[in-house]
């Protein structure tokens, strides 16, 4: 057995050449593991169903509210939301303290979201139907998150970065109708 | 029994009142005593002002009682942060960089007038932050994310109690070099000096990425610039939070082996697998703030997958090394005592010990909230969890019940030494460990439930009008009992302290001061 070391004396001279074998398969077997770990994000990447989104680009709150205008003056419906038909982008702005427009979506198609902020960085959080996906949304940059709904049904979405005092009452809505 | 012979004192060394500790042998010089000792006292003081926070943040996330209005909640969202995330550890490091650059060196402090200079400055930016806080105009949590602006006030706090705390580091750096050049150390420092130096170069880094973040920031909230690109500010924000996490993860390793040699007279399991380990979080710490941007827009993929994921998965290791190394060297201690079984070693250990009782806590829950940390670094299950409440419960479970609770029990054999008082109520420190440990274990694990079905961190309520998921009311309830569970053993520990300080029975007896953790 090793002799009792001290954490408030020096070591002793040489100490720095001695690590025991005990020590040295637990290092082995920590490695191990975290090569592991990482195996598996990055094998994720090609293999899994649902990864983070890739899509980004820049753009000012004034032309992506622009966009999101244009958006809603082709797909607005009476109900005041947006029926997205499949195929195409959609839009929703995050601005204190809602998420605009609703988007109607049909299950089983599958659509890209383009998602930025109008003022302070905001949180999507779908969560909804059992469902729980979370994006920052910044300002600058628009996110965009492909993806298809598979359930029909009505998808809450709250905010969960904290932007401004009205925070708590910040949410939005995507309605999944049976698909056609 | 003493540990070390004091050197003579030695030729050149600056001349200053010094005692001889009764239980650990070593020089106390007096003005370090009083250094530590005042760092001390604000870091309880803060610990205080950020608990009370804390507790009224959990009884307001409790649907059934919404203690607050949101506007205070958010107000006390902010508080709660600052105080106990940045004041708390930052002041009692700094006290365990006096005590670690001077007492276990056998040397005075470089320099009482920088050494007080800092202590200056850091009280006097934690109070112009808290007041920033208390007025109203400043909440907007403690990462203060552009376009959000708190009033001047908040970010120039924030600013004069870095310069505070990188003066303190400047005069830790220079006691470390006169111990050495005046002869008073020599050879390779103890451990627990080692470890403080690790946890003051990484906050160098934090200090450095904070101004590069506060500064444009105060002049954003000052109107001297238009904008902030949030983005950016997060980044460098970052470099100081994150790093800052991983400036008070080392010092609560070293409060771990600090309470293993004052407990058990225990060391670590060997020095040069746990100087390894120290010199891990230097080299993984700081690209892993890329875990706080996994689902950001901006950033490819590549660094996050790099900065975020594989080096997140690499920084636990030194943490499950240091664990493997306390734990083992308490072992070893204990078995040099005669024969012992798998298991039976754990015998000869005395449970109501409030070192043992802080220790045994700390160690579970930081297991348990690194364990949930690293798992959500996988940039695939951040989706799932970002910014929801498995956020507070891995956070909680890493800082409060690992770093805090160390801390304290730390505190419990420190304290004491330095004041040679003995502590009021011994069985009291060791209940409110226990305590504290069951209380946030509860709190840790009903904050896990409701960020697995969705709950937001960081809001006053959850109703949303009554659209709210169902189930989620549950587990923020539970939120409410542990929090009030972990707030009274947190009070519990503020008034075992003052009544120390004030009412503690004068003593140097080695067994009143810090009491053995070994059966007889």
Redesign the interface.
Known sequence: MAAVESSVTSPAPGWARRLPIDEKVFLWLVAASVAFMSTFVIAWLFLGSQNVPTDSYRITPEAFSQQVQTFIGKYGGEDGRAHVPPGEDAYMMAGRYIFYPELVLKAGQEYRIWISSMDALHGFSLVGGGQNINLEIAPQHAYGATFTPDKPGEYLIVCNEYCGLGHHGMKGRIIVEEGS | MA??QPLPRVAGMREEASRTCSV?G?RVFAGAQALTVANAVAAVLALAVGGLFGLSLGLTRAPSLELLS??VY?LA?TGHGVSALILWPVFFEVAAMVFASSV?LNAPVFSMRIGWSAFGLMVGGALLLEGAILSGDS???FTA?P??VASPLFYVGYLVFAVGALLAIVNFAFSLLSARTTGA????????TYGVAVAAILALFSIASGLVALVPALAYSAGWIGAV???VY?GWFWGLGHTLQYVNVVAMVVAW??I??LAFK????????TRIGFILYLVFTVPVLGHH??????L??EV??VGG??FG??L??PS??HG?AVMG?VE??L??LGPASLFGWLRRVRWGNPGVAALTCSLLLFAIGGWSGTAQT???L???????MWIPGHLHGVVVGGMTLAFMGFAYFLVPLLVRRQLWSIRLASVQAYLYGFGLLWMILAMSWAG???V???????S??G???GGWDLPMNLVGVGAALAGTAGFLFILNMVLTLVRGRRTDDPELLVPSAVVA
Do not use: C, W
């Open positions: 540990y070390v650990t070593l949101p506007d958010y969202l276990l909440s907007v949590t994310y376009p959000l150390h020599s050879g390779s420092l103890p451990l627990l690109e949030p983005i997060r082996y600090g293993a040699a225990a060391g670590p399991v060997n020095q040069k697998f941007f996994l689902v950001d827009p901006a490819s993929t996050k997958l994921s594989l998965f690499a636990g290791v499950l090394m493997l060297g070893a201690t078995r040099k996988a940039l695939q951040n989706l799932i969890s970002h910014n929801t697995t079905v969705g937001p961190r960081r809001t006053a309520e959850i949303y009008g659209e709210a998921p």
